[in-house]
């Protein structure tokens, strides 16, 4: 009984990870055209998505969400800005965050839900 209470609880959870997901990712395809994606394989882990703002501006967000956005002012690196783009980088920055945690999550839980699975075909 109490493996089918729990197999039932992780396939809920998975359920809401899943639909979390399908919100997420059309949010995340409309303010990615925006930005480009860079990545040197030879040299670098993590690529960037980027965008030039006005006044010289380049805006860096990491592609898995978890470094702060890099701010450069004609090639050297600044703290802040009032450019509408660095809100929309950082609704990216978010939005990327939350996309990788859900597909953790979802990982995670899928195996919970094999192993509940195994158990009940074995009682």
Do not use: W
């Amino acid at each position: 009984m109490r493996d089918s209470t729990a197999l039932a609880d992780q396939e809920r959870s998975l359920h809401y990870y899943q639909s979390q997901l399908e919100r997420l990712q059309p949010e995340a395809d409309s303010l990615l055209a925006l930005f480009r994606y860079e990545r040197n394989e030879k040299y670098q882990d993590h690529g960037y998505y980027v965008v030039n703002g006005k006044q010289g501006l380049r805006v860096k967000v990491r592609d898995d969400g978890k470094e702060p956005i890099l701010l450069y002012r004609d090639g050297k690196r600044i703290e802040k800005t009032d450019d509408p783009i660095y809100e929309r980088a950082e609704h990216l920055r978010i939005v990327i965050s939350d996309i990788k945690e859900c597909e953790k999550r979802i990982a995670r839980t899928s195996l919970e839900v094999q192993k509940y699975e195994k158990r009940l075909q074995k009682q």
